[in-house]
């Protein structure tokens, strides 16, 4: 999943949380894949937040 700020991601669980509006609605508004949306909403239905996660593996020795 790309990079988003913080808020940007608050904004968009805010907006389909505040009702009233389809996650492919959410997507299209806020110009991100419906996949990105449902992603958001089941991490913090999940760990109970949509901080960004920690980038794990890759190997950085030359």
């Not at 299209?28 to 760990?47: A, C, D, R, Y």
Request: glycine share 10%.
């Amino acid at each position: 999943m790309k990079a988003y700020s913080v808020d940007l991601l608050q904004k968009i669980v805010g907006a389909y949380e505040a009702g009233n509006i389809s996650i492919r609605k959410v997507a299209k508004l806020f110009q991100v894949s419906k996949s990105t949306v449902q992603g958001l909403l089941k991490q913090k239905k999940e760990k109970g937040t949509i901080a960004p996660r920690t980038a794990t593996g890759g190997n950085l020795a030359s």
